[in-house]
């Protein structure tokens, strides 16, 4: 990902107030507060002096110039697995510009090893949404059986969530122990223009 000056030098997160000091902010220092941690934690004393990992006479100053930056923070036990590496941070911001669509459709997924039971859930595209499930399945045999497009996929959850789990035998977070004709009769009732004058 190309560095911008909206944007972390190290990990590409885009720099807001939350994680920009003002000091960096002011100066033009294009780092976010936990790479500018790491940066401080990267420092090491040799012969009595204070040293950054970009100078030569840093331990790890080798894995830096040829592994780059993650790999010598890595290296050095700084970069924990749970820090956000280019990868995760790449996800990150995809998953936020999804976040951002309102838009989707709420669906109906099932699977044969949960007889009777059903998922309800949303998302910008439903069968999408199915093909990251199919990898927690041996079989791949999870099938969305229903789904209806909403301009506020979010409310529209939410209300069919409501709806289904009052006509549910049981429920287990977004699995509903429902018929599938009586989840999509609910779902299907779902009108937007009424919940939005009700809310208004």
Same mark, same amino acid.
């Given at each position: ?38 940066q ?9 002096? /204070? #040293?950054? !990992?970009?100078?030569? !006479?840093?331990?790890?100053?080798? #894995? ?34 999804? *976040? ?27 069968? *999408?949404r199915?093909?990251?499930? @199919?990898?927690?399945?041996?079989? /791949?045999?999870?099938k969305? #059986? ?6 506020? /996929? /979010? ?7 409501? !709806? ?6 049981? @429920?287990n ?10 989840? #999509? ?8 223009? @009424?919940?939005?004058k009700?809310?208004?």
């Open positions: 990902m190309k560095h911008t000056d909206k944007n972390c030098k190290y990990c590409h997160v885009e720099l807001t107030k939350s994680n920009w000091y003002p000091y960096q902010e002011s100066h033009k220092i294009h780092i976010c507060k936990s790479c500018w941690s790491l401080n934690k990267s420092r090491m004393t040799v012969n009595f002096k /204070r #040293v950054q !990992l970009g100078n030569k !006479l840093h331990p790890f100053y080798s #894995v830096y110039k040829t592994e780059g930056l993650l790999a010598a923070w890595k290296a050095m036990g700084i970069l924990k697995s749970n820090k956000k590496t280019k990868l995760e941070v790449i996800k990150k911001e995809a998953l936020a510009m999804f *976040d951002k669509i309102e838009h989707g459709e709420v669906y109906i997924i099932t699977n044969p090893a949960w007889k009777g039971w059903v998922k309800i859930g949303m998302a910008v595209e439903a069968e *999408d199915c093909k990251g499930y @199919q990898t927690s399945s041996p079989f /791949r045999d999870y969305v #059986v229903y789904s209806k497009k909403f301009k506020d /996929r /979010r409310t529209a959850e939410a209300q069919a969530h409501k !709806l289904c789990s009052a006509k549910a035998t049981d @429920q977070s977004e699995w509903f122990k429902i018929k599938i004709k009586d989840a #999509v009769n609910l779902i299907e009732s779902i009108n937007e223009e @009424q919940y939005e009700e809310t208004a």
